[in-house]
């Protein structure tokens, strides 16, 4: 069965399939989608969440294994199958056919894999999958359509904007959904619902501080602490919004938890970092931060950032831009 992104949440709030396959160019359709799956069938009672993220050296009977184990917990289990090539291998192949000719009873899978050509979607195994569960290729809208999928965006969270500012936005972030997405979440932070002026989009979208978070991120990833910190002075010079830096601030801390725990179960840097959505060439800075920080230093590090966020919105006392700076020097700590 193959469904469209726009019809995920409808196809959600009625019965589950046992098998999700998602594929696609553009990850950030695809974590949404998997995001969504995996929240519907939290709520149905599978409680239970294997992840299973197939490497050079991944033994295809642990997928076999995790069927066949009962959940921990009395309740139903989601398998979470990530294979990051595209390519199971021959043995792969041969497995993947035959769990979806008998898919386990209590056990919703969900496999995840890159955009699939023409060629891989004739596979064997790969028909077999879409023989038995819903298939849903994520690919990111033509640019012509991108203004469209931003406008729906801004309506989540009560804004819109009129057809000049969208086609501005569309054209500065070239197609490339990840950053658009970010665009609109960085609206939410400056300005309250309601509709947006093409001024007020410029000026976001076009990055005119001098000191630019995402040299911040970079400094936290590197250990730089005096950068952290001339760059955190810097932006609060330039009136840089807290809940954005903030933001950025939070979702590296959120994916390096998430590695270090994976790895502390024992996973590779490859495989943790491939659970928290990091591929490639982007993950050579998260190695040399993982290298320093441990479980228990992401943990405190992501308390501060909740108590510092109580402070932005007024709820506890401080100097926010001081706890910014604490937070900064705990994760550059060696």
Known sequence: ????????????????????????????????????????????????????????????????????NMSLFGGDKLIDLRIPTGKPGRDGGDVLTRFAASPPAGTVTLITLPQMDWKAQKSAWFGALSATGVVMELNAPPLDRLPDWLAARLARQQQSADREAL???????????????????????????????????????????????????????????????????????????????????????????????????????????????????????????????SSGATRTALMQAARLDRMIKGVARGDVWDEFLQIALRICAR
Do not use: C
């Open 1 to 68: 069965m193959q469904l469209r992104a726009e019809q995920l949440d409808s196809h959600l709030k009625g019965s589950l399939a046992p098998l999700y396959v998602l594929h696609g160019d553009e990850p950030l359709l695809v974590i949404e989608a998997a995001d969504s799956i995996r929240t519907a069938a939290r709520a149905r009672g599978f409680t239970e969440r294997e992840v299973l993220v197939v490497t050079q050296y991944f033994k295809w009977s642990a997928l076999a294994e995790a069927a066949g």
């Open 167 to 293: 086609d501005f936005m569309a054209t500065h972030v070239e197609g490339n959904l990840l950053a658009a997405n970010q665009e609109v979440m960085k609206l939410a932070l400056l300005h309250p619902p309601g509709e947006l002026t093409l001024e007020q989009v410029r000026n976001a979208v076009m990055d005119v501080a001098r000191y630019d978070v995402e040299d911040l991120r970079q400094a936290l990833l590197a250990g730089d602490a005096a950068r952290a910190s001339r760059l955190l002075d810097g932006l609060r010079a330039e009136g840089v919004a807290a809940p954005l830096v903030l933001w950025i601030i939070v979702a590296e801390l959120r994916t390096l938890a998430i590695a270090r725990a994976e790895m502390d179960a024992g996973r590779s840097a490859d495989e943790a970092l491939a659970t928290a959505r990091i591929f490639g060439a982007q993950q050579s800075p998260y190695r040399r931060a993982l290298a320093r920080l």
